[in-house]
């Protein structure tokens, strides 16, 4: 069972920048594909960015391309969301998911595992 913890949330205003963490308990989240979720209040959680588990290939949501980047630390067992200029309505839960087929990314129901989530708060 792989445990998936989140950290770096917090309140950041609009327009400065955060970075995401998400650390794996077990070496096996190096052949996995990971994910970025969100969820705010109200709202469907919905995919935010994902990579592959080489790192070669990401994804994201079109609402924050040009602002996230996804990278991952395979020898620390970390996956990274770095997030800049920062938008009120970026303020979500974020979660960082592990294992599931490439082409369905941006799919929740897909993933193996789940953090517990981190909260972003971002103020105009």
């Known amino acids: 069972q792989v445990q998936l913890v989140e950290s770096g949330g917090g309140l950041v205003q609009a327009g400065g920048s955060l970075r995401l963490s998400c650390i794996a308990s077990?070496?096996?989240?190096?052949?996995?594909?990971m994910g970025w979720f969100r969820q705010a209040p109200g709202k469907e959680r919905e995919s935010v960015a994902a990579?592959?588990?080489?790192?070669?290939?990401?994804a994201y949501a079109d609402s924050v391309k040009g602002r996230f980047t996804i990278s991952r630390d395979k020898p620390k067992n970390a996956v990274y969301l770095q997030r800049n200029s920062l938008k009120p309505e970026d303020t979500a839960v974020y979660y960082c998911?592990?294992?599931?087929?490439?082409?369905?990314?941006?799919?929740?129901?897909?993933?193996?595992?789940w953090g517990q989530g981190t909260q972003v708060t971002v103020s105009s």
């Open positions: 990579i592959n588990w080489s790192g070669s290939t990401t």
């Open positions: 077990e070496r096996a989240f190096a052949t996995y594909t």
């Open positions: 998911a592990a294992n599931t087929a490439w082409p369905n990314w941006y799919k929740d129901y897909g993933y193996t595992y």
